[in-house]
């Protein structure tokens, strides 16, 4: 099992060296069947719980996202101090990190909507008054990541160039959440960026995770096909960049409030069915 090499999961240099040049990294197949099972089923367990973390998809029945099942469900919260995702995470970033941020996108099959082009971290700095991009994002693929069913698609190094847009648009979908459609780069500026710096769409084996810089530009087309792509993301921010919203912080759903930071666990994922916290 995984958690036996917990304590052996490292960074190469030539692989913080990708990340730090590109914007992401992919680590293949981190994650056992039985684990990408008990997480799957978790999640499906906590799609059924109502509440606003729940965001549906246009026609009011799909599922497109989930927030905060770190804190509802056991499976997940062991999973984000695990050193396989912690671990990593600390490396890129300081010993002191604590989740800002964890939602599953649900993407399914015959009609996962698109995610916009957008860069993570204005959403942050507009929604939240975060100071500072002192965060990494960790994508966990809980199916296997195909060109047919709607991959993540990043612009390598475009990290580097900071923000390329300082507001949202006057209507939205949600105030809580901040969709992409709001912060949405525009057609020319994606035509200007696709020319200077490429697309990658990383696909990758379920249980496969990839790590993503909070400035890189990114989207995903529509799940056209009859495979559902459910993707993790786990955001770890530096304890001392935590936000100070101007006004009403958005729920703790969305940006956690607690920032007391993690400590790695060699604690199994629970594989039982009904791990709530």
Request: contains cysteine; negative net charge.
């Amino acid at each position: 099992m995984k958690q036996q090499v917990e304590e052996r999961v490292q960074l190469s240099s030539d692989q913080i060296a990708h990340y730090r040049e590109n914007g992401f990294l992919v680590l293949d197949s981190l994650f056992d069947p039985a684990e990408v099972e008990a997480l799957s089923d978790a999640f499906d367990a906590d799609c059924l719980t109502p509440g606003p973390q729940r965001i549906l998809e246009e026609n009011g029945e799909a599922v497109r996202a989930v927030y905060a099942s770190h804190e509802r469900r056991r499976e997940f919260a062991t999973l984000v101090r695990t050193p396989r995702l912690l671990g990593p995470a600390r490396q890129l970033m300081s010993d002191d990190l604590y989740v800002y941020q964890l939602k599953i996108n649900a993407k399914p099959a015959f009609g996962g909507d698109k995610w916009a082009w957008h860069q993570d971290f204005l959403a942050w700095k507009l929604a939240d008054n975060l100071a500072e991009p002192r965060q990494v994002n960790i994508g966990l693929f809980l199916d296997e990541v195909t060109e047919f069913n709607g991959p993540l698609i990043f612009l390598p190094g475009s990290h580097r160039s900071g923000l390329l847009r300082d507001f949202r648009n006057a209507s939205s979908r949600s105030a809580q959440h901040l969709d992409p459609d709001d912060i949405a780069l525009r057609p020319e500026q994606m035509s200007m960026l696709v020319d200077r710096h490429g697309m990658v769409s990383p696909k990758g084996a379920a249980g496969s995770v990839i790590l993503f810089d909070p400035q890189i530009v990114h989207g995903s087309a529509p799940n056209m096909s009859p495979f559902p792509r459910r993707l993790l993301i786990a955001t770890y921010n530096d304890v001392a960049n935590a936000p100070v919203p101007l006004g009403e912080p958005r729920p703790a759903y969305v940006v956690g409030r607690d920032t007391t930071p993690l400590e790695l666990s060699d604690e199994p994922i629970d594989l039982r069915v009904g791990g709530t916290v």
